[in-house]
């Protein structure tokens, strides 16, 4: 497993964008399957940065495995107890302007990811994501 871990702040994100990209790319994942892995990486880090640490200082730790076909990525960090599979999905039938904000970051992690786990370890969160990287290369 490879392991980044930076202080939980935008301007850390190109570095956890680059350091999935060159995993995913050392560990042969399809590059199809990338862009999905850097999206996902910004929601869970931006909702991170905004709503653990509320723009107060933290650190953020990404580590990311790939074993048999499949392609983890598990987020780290020291804010309160927060089990994002536990939110309720948007109301996406109101429109726009009725809907409540919020949410639909999370509702988008949970469509695209192939397996969401969280747990809560000694006082940290711990949140992985996993992809099936032999459909991404089957789709193309």
């Known amino acids: 497993m490879q392991s980044l871990r930076l202080p939980a702040r935008l301007d850390s994100l190109e570095q956890f964008r680059a350091f999935v990209a060159d995993t995913a790319k050392r560990e042969q994942i399809p590059s199809e399957l990338v862009p999905k892995l ?5 929601e869970l880090l931006t909702n991170l940065v905004f709503h653990a640490y509320k723009g107060n ?3 953020a730790e990404v580590q990311c495995s790939a074993e048999g076909g499949t392609f983890c990525l598990r ?4 804010g309160p107890p927060f ?11 109101k429109p726009l302007e009725e809907r409540q904000i919020g949410g639909l970051g999370i509702h988008l992690v ?9 747990r809560r370890d000694r006082d940290r969160n711990i949140l992985t994501v996993c992809f099936d990287a032999k459909e991404a290369k089957r789709e193309t």
């Open 110 to 118: 949970k469509n695209m990811a192939d397996r969401l786990e969280y």
């Open 83 to 93: 089990d994002p599979l536990k939110r309720p999905p948007p109301d996406l039938s």
């Open 57 to 59: 200082d933290g650190s």
């Open 75 to 78: 987020f780290v960090d020291e």
């Open 38 to 42: 850097e999206l996902v990486l910004e």
